[in-house]
């Protein structure tokens, strides 16, 4: 993103410090200069005013899902977006019971699930959340407008607005 977009600023959070000075690496190692990496939780990174927040595949892993929605909410400009990507999948069991669902719901399982179980809160909602409990937490956060804007076989991507 940061390549496309040379005139804009990119930001990026993460609460693990190694993935941090991985990031950092490769923006030098592919000389990108618009980009910074900082160690920051889904509640409390720094900044205000962001004309985009975006979380890839990561929502359904945090403890406190709907106090995350809420801070990216603090932390939009009035008219900023929040763009969630998240796993593909049905709102029900029996839609995830295909060959990708059955990964994702082992891998949320060994993963996601505990993930969530060890942080603050322990929302637990899995790989496999769906998207009405996503839209449920993303609304708990004090969003009105959230759509779905895209979609692969494996990803749905969501757009929040206040």
């Known amino acids: 993103m940061a390549q496309a977009f040379p005139k804009s600023q990119f930001i990026g959070y993460d609460f693990h410090s190694g993935s941090i000075e991985a990031a950092r690496a490769h923006a030098r190692e592919h000389n ?18 962001f004309d985009l927040v975006a979380f890839f595949d990561c929502l359904h892993d945090m403890g406190d899902p709907a106090g995350a929605a ?62 009405a409990k996503l839209r449920e937490v993303i609304s708990a956060g004090g969003f009105s407008r959230i759509r779905r804007a895209i979609e692969t076989p494996l990803n749905m991507v969501l757009e929040a607005r206040i």
């Not at 990496?37 to 005013?49: C, I, L, N, Q, R």
């Open 32 to 49: 990108v200069r618009n980009v910074e990496f900082h160690v920051g939780t889904a509640k409390e990174y720094p900044g205000s005013d």
């Open 70 to 131: 809420a801070h990216v909410k603090q932390s939009l400009k009035h008219d900023g977006t929040w763009m969630v990507v998240e796993p593909m999948a049905g709102d029900r069991m029996e839609d995830n019971m295909n060959p990708l669902g059955r990964i994702c719901y082992a891998a949320s399982t060994l993963v996601c699930v505990p993930t969530s179980l060890a942080q603050e809160v322990g929302a637990a909602l899995g790989a496999q959340a769906g998207e």
